[in-house]
């Protein structure tokens, strides 16, 4: 079963801020983000590990809840070059030994 | 340099044709993979292979058969189209072992249509 990510989509302007959840209903031992371009392929954003770790990419970071079993990836102040669709991978036992990705947010920033 | 590649870009072709699409990466990873993201951008696994061996084989229609002739590279042929067969398909690698644990980078994705 495929995590489940919130909101579908979400409409900002520049500058604003917005975050972007990821939960799943099996334990997991890891989370990956991913932003994907129209037309172009998913490029990798970021990896969390169980244990809670916090991570930043210039204005971008993401948390990992793993009692919850939720990620939530924020970015602030965002940019033109933040729009596209985020997508949550997630991995664990239960997963087996592949990355599930849930359906994806797509995020639009406008000027 | 790219670092995954996949030929071709755009597949254009027929119902009940037999095709091949070809991913290399000059990443030096052990662990290749196929994804299909379909028309909802839903992006699922077919298959993983780990130098040269099969390693992951979700419950894929046995006309899609991957091949790896070594681990720098992994083509995926498919016989007999369809028409639920038209998708992008996304080739993958990473770093062994596990695929949850390091990132994986994608090709530029083979957009096919079946008519």
Redesign the interface.
Known sequence: QQPVQSPQAVILREGEDAVINCSSSKAL??V?WYR?KHG?????LM?L?KGGEQKGHDKISASFNEKKQQSSLYLTASQLSYSG?Y?CGT??ME???????G??TILRVKS | DTAVSQTPKYLVTQMGNDKSIKCEQNLGHDTMYWYKQDS??????MF?YNNKEL??N?TVPNRFSPKSPDKAHLNLHINSLELGDSAVY?CASSQAP????????????TRLTVT
Request: net charge positive.
């Open positions: 031992y890891s990956h994907q172009e392929a998913p490029v990798f990896i590990l669709t997508f991995a664990g997963y087996g030994n592949k990355l599930v990705f359906a994806g | 909802k951008k839903f992006l699922k696994i993983s390693i992951i979700e996304f596990g695929a949850g644990v390091v990132e994986q980078y994608f090709g530029p994705g």
